[in-house]
């Protein structure tokens, strides 16, 4: 995979990979020895993704009456830390890579970040007439500063009020279909609020609800052309899913007013090397090596949020900022009437 663009797991960004990734040739190392090093590459920047995408829910914990309704234009971005651009990498852990330099443990890069300079390492192979042979290849970069440290997605939301305190939601991005990339990001959430229910609800300056959403990113890229392991239908498939769980507190005053609250994210991503790889054994031989490995992460844990509203008129203007394990900032231009 000469140019995996990144793009299946960076999602919805418009980078161009400046990498030249060799993650293909980690597979005339063994299948296990590039499962290992493409879970360690990939892991921040898919877990910084399942934070960006769950950003901008809500804007407001004053739920829609009936037939309220709003629109929303948003764009998110996780922020990159620089523990996010690298992790240790030890061949203790590796059954047939070493370190060029001859160290056994290095910090490289992760799809996030930059091998400067370039990192070598020496994977062996068995060659079936002349035993046990050796060959050096450029472990793969990532994104490095190209993305400005942020992680984005964007997408476009409506939301509508039901009976008394209910509001249902919706995301999604319209699905981009190219020769080699196609992708779809869909989701649904519920927000109830509890201060509608109560006798001085009109008087009261603040309002309180809770919050469910759910949002799925699927993705596909085909590797035919740009890889650089001869085989037949070579393609990277990746499936996030998340969770959010809010708890929302915010003023209600009729032009600008704040919000926030604390929530917990739960999500997976699964991303499957598929198709078939013809990897060399030597001058003779080469093995045909079908579908060779799914890695995926995992995320979990709570985050705060705080934020601002503008209203004027039908136009409305939010913007918020997220701490959690991949800090995040948000911003969302809303059509609405209640």
């Not at 995408?53 to 922020?79: C, Q, R, Y």
């Not at 590797?223 to 393609?235: A, F, H, I, W």
Request: charged content about 20%; aromatic content about 12%.
């Amino acid at each position: 995979m000469k140019k995996i663009a990144l793009f299946v797991f960076l999602g919805l960004s418009v980078w161009t990979s400046k990498a030249q990734n060799d993650v293909d040739a980690l597979l005339a190392a063994g299948i296990d020895d590039a499962q290992r090093f493409t879970n360690d590459y990939l892991a921040p920047s898919t877990n910084g993704l399942m934070y960006s995408m769950n950003a901008n829910w809500f804007n407001t914990a004053d739920a829609k009456p009936l037939g309220g309704f709003e629109i929303s234009v948003i764009a998110n971005a996780s922020l990159i830390s620089k523990s996010d651009k690298s992790f240790l990498m030890n061949t203790n852990d590796y059954e047939n890579v070493r370190f060029v330099s001859g160290s056994s443990s290095q910090n490289v890069a992760t799809a996030l970040g930059e091998n400067n300079p370039d990192v070598l390492v020496e994977i062996t192979y068995d060659d079936p007439i002349f035993g046990e042979q050796t060959e050096q290849i450029e472990l793969p970069s990532g994104i490095g500063n190209a993305s400005g440290n942020l992680l984005p997605s964007a997408f476009i939301q409506g939301g509508v009020g039901l009976i008394k305190g209910i509001e249902v939601k919706a995301r999604f991005m319209p699905e981009i279909k190219t020769d080699e990339v196609a992708f779809n990001m869909y989701g649904a959430g519920l927000q109830f609020e509890a201060t509608k229910w109560l006798p001085a609800d009109k008087l009261l300056p603040v309002a309180l609800s809770g919050l469910v959403a759910y949002t799925h990113l699927g993705a596909s890229y085909d590797l035919t052309e740009s890889s650089g392991v001869d085989g037949e239908n070579q393609k990277l498939e990746n499936d996030t899913s998340t969770w959010l769980f809010q708890l929302i507190a915010s003023t209600k005053l009729p032009v600008i007013n704040f919000y926030g609250g604390v929530g917990y994210i739960n999500g997976k991503s699964e991303s499957d090397l598929l198709g078939t790889y013809r990897v060399s054994n030597g001058l003779i031989t080469a093995e045909d090596i079908v579908d060779p490995f799914s890695v995926s992460s995992k995320v979990s844990g709570f985050r705060g949020t705080v934020g601002t509203k503008l209203k004027i008129g039908f136009f409305r203007f939010n913007a918020e900022y997220h701490l959690a394990e991949f800090n995040a900032f948000s911003v969302g231009l809303n059509f609405g009437f209640r």
